[in-house]
């Protein structure tokens, strides 16, 4: 170990192992003691700087030395070891105190001036200082240091100054701009008729005193700020979001890279037909505030003008509305493989920019769009949910709905008492909990399982509802058989209806009817107009058949008169099946069904004899 006693510029040794030095009474005192894994009970003491040094007991039993610490204070003379006796005892705490080993105070004639430098070096930070210094001989408690006797400045060298920032030395030992700094920029904030320091690329270094020399060379020089056009305007919002709400303030910032914006003009023009100028940069510095009274995408534009020039800046803002609900709307049973249109119905219909995600059934992918409505087909009969989440902002809302798929089923109309209408507030909540009330009452009027009742009610007064009787057998039977089915279901249902025996209780008091109001012939889809052109083209589509079947029944009996052989007809017969697609088949009694029975020809009268008529469609 080493000890310094002018500064660090001679070193000489002191021990040969380690130990831990406490500086007591300003240095005046040195307290040693060895590190080691053995117990001991001897310290050192040295009032020389070092030189020489005294032994001294501390504790009367051998001590673990775990560490030693010094009382705050640079004149203190109190100290504290800490170990412990043995490895299973206790902590101990050993505190020294050093001042019964002086006699007196340090006087005057005990000092001696000590002059302070590096290497023969008397100016250190810019100043020589004088120090008073105790004679090493002298064995006196200093007390409170009185800090230097004399310092005067030091004429300022190169040595005094450090590189600026954006600057760095080179080999010649100028400070320099580095590669990535613009000693220009200093300016780009500076308004025309101030001033700003510039720098020479020197700056003494923090608490150095030198003066005269090259400090004025190497100051930073006052400059005035030189005009310039305006270069790098931005336009951002306070909070720097592109959206906004409608009738809330919104606060545009103006930032300009180079150029005096203070002298300038501002030009802000909003997009919502409000414009504004300002003359300087002071009735903008907390921000330009404008309030949007309507939603939309608007195009904001700023423009910085002065004498030397001018630039502009654009800002798209989004201000939206919040989203409070979404309805999806869409028909509640459809035919397979036909178009369906599905809306969504937003509150407020006005909310600013939107994204539809749609998700139909299963599927893993949505479909993304910017309108609310869509079309699309189902090729597999069965129910169907269709979700849409709509995103305005930062709000994301979304609504569900089943749709029936099916290639054959029957509609109905229904209506009920009056007095419901003195209940119905005209909302979906309360439509679908009558919807499932009112199936509720068919089932246990009818005995028809549920799954083959869909009801729906239709919004508007008076109330009424929309049945749907969805196919008995599943999509793989014979149609002729499903028909019959629904043709069986619908009977029952209107038999039902018109004896009064459907209604429920909707409240304590308060009886509804259920009635039948009309029925369609099946494959329906929903309530649309190009319904009722289905039903009609199916209708129009049976009259044309009986009329078929009647003209080719008088065209075959004019020519079984001319050419009796069987024979001959019968091969004429295969060649009419062999020309035929597959399809529907009428034969015998060429029967056309319709709502009220069915038509009949004449062919009734000759029954052995059986002609295929194909049906289109």
Known sequence: MFVSSDAGNTWRQIFEEEHSVLYLDQGGVLVAMKHTSLPIRHLWLSFDEGRSWSKYSFT????????????PGEETLIMTVFGHFSHRSEWQLVKVDYKSIFDRRCEEEDYRPWQL????????????????????????????????????????????????????????????PAFWYNPSSLSKDCSLGQSYLNSTGYRKVVSNNCTDGVRERYTAKPQQCPGKAPQGLHIITSDGKLTAEQGHNV?????????????????????????????????????????????????VTVMVENSLGSDNAVLYLHVTC????????????????????ATAVLWPSQVGTLTYVWWFGNNTEPLITLEGSITFTFSVEGMNTITVQVSA????????????????????????????????PDIPEWRRDISRVVKRALVEATGISSKHILVAVLPGLPTSAELFILPYREATAENKRTSADLEQISERLIQKLNQNLVHFELKPGVRILVHAAHLTTAPLVDLTPSHSGSAMLMLLSV????????????????????????????CNQGSLDRGLPKGLWITKRFQAKTRSGSISTAAESQSTKEIPTYVNG
């Open 543 to 570: 009259v044309f058949v009986g009329l078929a079947v009647f003209v080719i029944y008088k065209f075959k009996r004019a020519t079984s008169g001319h050419s009796p052989e069987p024979k001959e007809r019968k």
């Open 251 to 299: 606060t545009f910032l103006v930032q300009l890279e180079e150029g005096d914006l203070q002298r300038s003009l501002i030009q802000v023009d909003f997009g919502d037909g409000i414009a504004v100028s300002y003359a300087n940069l002071s009735s903008t510095e907390d921000g330009i505030k404008h309030i949007y009274q309507n939603v939309g995408i608007f195009r």
């Open 117 to 176: 430098h590096s290497q023969g070096e008397a100016c250190i930070m810019g100043a020589k200082r004088i120090y008073r210094k105790r004679k090493s001989e002298k064995k006196c408690m200093q007390g409170k240091y009185a800090g230097a006797m004399t310092s005067e400045p030091c004429v300022c060298t190169e040595a005094d100054f450090d590189c600026d920032y954006g600057y760095e030395r080179h080999s010649n030992g100028q400070c320099l």
């Open 393 to 424: 902002g930062n709000t994301i809302l979304q609504d569900t709905k089943t749709i029936a798929v099916y290639e054959q089923f029957r509609s109905l109309r229904l209506s009920f008492s009056p007095n419901l209408d003195d209940y119905n």
């Open 60 to 71: 009367s039993l051998p001590l673990f030395v775990d560490g030693v610490l010094g009382e």
């Open 322 to 341: 919040p989203l409070e609900h979404v309805h999806l709307s869409l028909p509640f049973v459809t035919t397979k493989n036909k178009e369906v249109n």
